[in-house]
């Protein structure tokens, strides 16, 4: 097992050194909704092992509730089909007047 692996966070509360981002993702989890999430930023960062506490934490099956890319070999166009797929409905949290 990679030592990255094996000290990877397990829930949002094992994530050090952003607390915003780890209030606002236990935000969602406390009211959870359909939505969609991008995470940016350098690689090594923590995005994978971020977005995978917070499944962990929202108790999301994934098979049947997540989809995770990679962005490293995407091309304009492959961003614009994924979320021409992702953003056909408008969002329930928006529609309401509420937004994580």
């Not at 909704?33 to 690689?43: A, I, N, R, T, V």
């Not at 090594?44 to 995978?52: L, V």
């Not at 509730?65 to 304009?76: D, W």
Request: hydrophobic share 40%.
């Amino acid at each position: 097992m990679r030592l990255s692996a094996l000290y990877q966070p397990k829930t949002l509360s094992d994530i050090v050194g952003q607390p915003a981002v780890v209030r606002r993702l236990q935000r969602i989890v406390a009211a959870p909704s359909p939505c969609c999430l991008l995470l940016e930023g350098k690689g090594g960062t923590g995005k994978s092992a971020t977005a995978k506490a917070l499944i962990h934490d929202l108790e999301v099956d994934e098979l049947y509730g997540v989809h995770e890319y990679s962005g490293a070999n995407f091309k304009i166009e492959d961003v614009r089909r994924l979320f021409g797929q992702a953003f056909r409905f408008r969002p329930w949290a928006a529609s309401h007047g509420r937004c994580c």
